[in-house]
């Protein structure tokens, strides 16, 4: 039984050797001139759970290798080194090339093992510069000479550990490198040329859709070129470090989903889907920040929720929106539709889910050329709606601006005739306007005439009864005392109204005008004064002139005189016997003189005081010893002040009496 157990062990441990070096891939005598070999499912991999395990140890753990049986290696985001084996056997006279189809793997090590010794090692990939190589080109190759070789890889990468392993002679190689080339070329052309185009256009029409496209366009193309090795081999050969921060550059579809926002024009149709969109833009930000932090690998999962999720999200908005009969959108979601389909079709090839076949396996970068050329239609078509529309709203507004027109016309010859009708009758009003103001103007100047003739005749008379009443004998005066004050009274009242009525008269039929010069206040208060002596003792009233040497002023004298005398007259009329009239005058600041007349009457209600300002208001009242007025005075007082450019104002309370206050400016040479 032991000796039983023993070979069993023995038929086991040789079957395992087999297992792990049988699987030799065998290259024959005679390679066809383009020799191209797939041996992905021919791998053994063991993962390295220590990180530290050596290619002598590698060779000695052998047994330990699982064999991989799909045409696609793929590992995902695994954070362990992982080994792989193959053993091939070159029956051709020439090398043969043994290409890992990935080219974003941080650290490969390659081992040839020759009867048990490493004759041929060196160490490669994405995290060392370009030119270090030992065989150039995107892509992870190792020379393998004529004879059986075991092949040793160590591949330790942050993101993802995924490739497809292929045999090349150098024919071939060269042949399908000249192929993506050409290929790669095309596409990055076709890139150049839809953004030099978009800027044209932009130049042109200032629409700024076309500054998003063309960020959406280099953000696609970066992200399609970086997984074939191009941007690494051109834009950054010598800063190996920018592939350790792989989620930034695809992160750079957020300038995708700003495009979205911008072309959708969601916020207008569904604010629903503007919010959704809005905050597929601010979770992929935190996408630049975290691997500054130290948190690649969380950056790494964000990235790839965001761009699958996002890009989801992104269609299905498209497809709201044009269900909503947004036209441009039909355009954005074939193109969406083409994008994530060769998006998700490149993963599962990848992954292994469907056949490993290079339509899938470049499906990505099929779906980003066809993206940006229906994106580039959605925007041409946008365009073409929205110069549609200007049109038609062009036309409609020639349309009216027509209409409008036409009324015009028509309104203007309608307002033609009426203004000529209205003319016409304008005319003959005023034919008969002027005929009328010259009758008018006739019977002014003979009204005047005989206003001036009649008055002066009146006032001569009234003046010549007057002086006689005054030179009276002094008997007649104390044996018909009452009679005589009467008809004195009377004969003043008389003249005084007269007097007024004759002034007013020129004022209002002749347009009287001052003649502003300068004015010595005092003398007009000295001539006034003897003019209204005999009504002062009469009522025997105190007249105290408290003048300040103002100056002169600017006034016209006449006026002065009539304004002062009215004032006087109107203070000794309301002013009881043993009353007092004061007269004062000083300067007020700006140039500014004023006169101000204050006596001991009766005073003025504010009911009063509203009424004496009113022209329009018949408001004359009798004086203490009964004396009788017209009113003329009061509004030949503020027609005669104001039109010398014063000021008048009154103060007055019931029972303490009056103040009239003239302002008027200083004389100025």
């Not at 959605?378 to 027509?402: F, H, S, V, W």
């Not at 009522?539 to 005398?565: S, T």
């Amino acid at each position: 039984m032991p000796r039983l157990h023993s070979i069993t062990l023995f038929i086991f441990m040789l079957f395992q050797s087999f297992s792990a070096y049988g699987r030799v891939i065998s290259v024959s005598t005679q390679l066809h001139q383009l020799y191209k070999k797939p041996v992905s499912e021919h791998l053994s991999y063991l993962i390295d759970s220590t990180h530290s395990m050596t290619v002598i140890q590698a060779k000695e753990h052998l047994l330990d290798f699982t064999h991989w049986h799909k045409p696609q290696v793929h590992f995902g985001n695994i954070q362990y080194p992982v080994w792989f084996s193959a053993q091939i056997l070159n029956n051709s006279a020439e090398h043969i090339i043994l290409r890992l189809n990935y080219p974003i793997l941080d650290t490969v090590e390659f081992f040839l093992v020759d009867r048990g010794e490493v004759v041929k090692s060196f160490v490669t990939g994405s995290a060392f510069p370009f030119r270090e190589r030992e065989i150039f080109g995107n892509y992870f190759k190792i020379s393998i000479p004529p004879g059986q070789y075991l092949v040793l890889i160590r591949i330790r990468s942050f993101y993802n550990v995924q490739f497809s392993a292929t045999l090349y002679n150098w024919n071939a190689l060269n042949y399908v490198n000249n192929r993506e080339g050409i290929f790669q070329g095309i596409y990055i052309g076709f890139v150049v040329l839809v953004v030099i185009y978009s800027l044209f256009l932009f130049r042109k029409i200032r629409d700024e859709i076309f500054i998003y496209y063309i960020f959406h366009t280099l953000a696609t193309a970066i992200n399609t070129l970086h997984l074939y090795g191009y941007t690494f081999r051109f834009l950054w050969p010598n800063a190996p470090v920018i592939n350790s921060y792989e989620p930034m550059i695809f992160g750079l579809g957020i300038f995708t989903t700003l495009f979205s926002i911008k072309f959708l024009k969601a916020e207008d149709f569904s604010p629903f889907w503007s919010k959704v969109l809005w905050g597929v833009f601010w979770v992929n930000v935190p996408v630049f920040i975290l691997p500054f932090l130290g948190l690649k690998d969380m950056a790494n999962t964000l990235v790839q929720l965001v761009g699958a999720i996002g890009c989801l999200l992104m269609l299905l908005a498209g497809i709201f929106l044009l269900s909503k009969g947004y036209r441009p959108a039909r355009y954005y979601v074939v193109a969406f539709t083409f994008l994530l389909l060769g998006v998700i079709l490149s993963i599962l090839a990848r992954m292994n889910v469907i056949p490993n076949h290079p339509l899938f396996i470049h499906a990505s970068q099929y779906g980003s050329l066809l993206d940006i050329t229906f994106l580039a239609l959605a925007i041409t078509d946008r365009l073409y709606i929205g110069l549609k529309e200007r049109n038609q709203l062009r036309a409609q507004l020639i349309k009216e601006t027509i209409e409008k027109e036409n009324l015009i016309k028509h309104q203007y010859l309608l307002l033609r005739e009426e203004v000529e009708k209205q003319t016409k009758q304008l005319k003959n009003v005023n034919a008969e306007l002027e005929k009328i103001t010259d009758e008018l103007r006739q019977k002014n100047q003979f009204l005047t005439k005989f206003l001036s003739v009649i008055g002066h005749d009146l006032k001569n008379s009234i003046s010549n009864l007057v002086g006689l009443i005054e030179v009276y004998s002094e008997d007649v005066r104390k044996t018909h005392s009452k009679f005589y004050n009467m008809l004195y009274k009377s004969a003043q009242n008389t003249y005084q109204i007269l007097e007024n009525l004759l002034l007013f008269s020129r004022i209002n039929i002749s347009d009287l005008r001052p003649k502003i010069q300068h004015v010595n206040p005092l003398e007009v208060f000295k001539k006034v004064e003897e003019q209204i002596k005999s009504k002062i003792q009469n009522k025997d009233i105190e007249l105290i002139l408290d003048c300040d040497p103002v100056g002169k002023i600017a006034a016209d004298e006449f006026y002065l005189e009539v304004i002062v005398r009215n004032i006087l007259d109107n203070a000794v009329k309301f002013t009881p016997k043993n009353g007092k009239i004061t007269i004062k005058t000083y300067a007020k600041e700006n140039d500014l003189s004023v006169i101000e007349i204050k006596d001991s009457g009766k005073g003025m209600s504010k009911e009063e005081l509203v009424k004496f300002f009113n022209p329009k208001v018949s408001f004359t009242t009798r004086g203490t010893d009964g004396e009788s007025g017209t009113g003329i005075g009061r509004i030949l007082i503020k027609e005669l002040t104001e039109a010398m450019n014063g000021s008048l104002k009154i103060e007055s309370t019931p029972g303490a009496g009056t103040s009239f206050i003239l302002i008027f400016d200083s004389y100025r040479k």
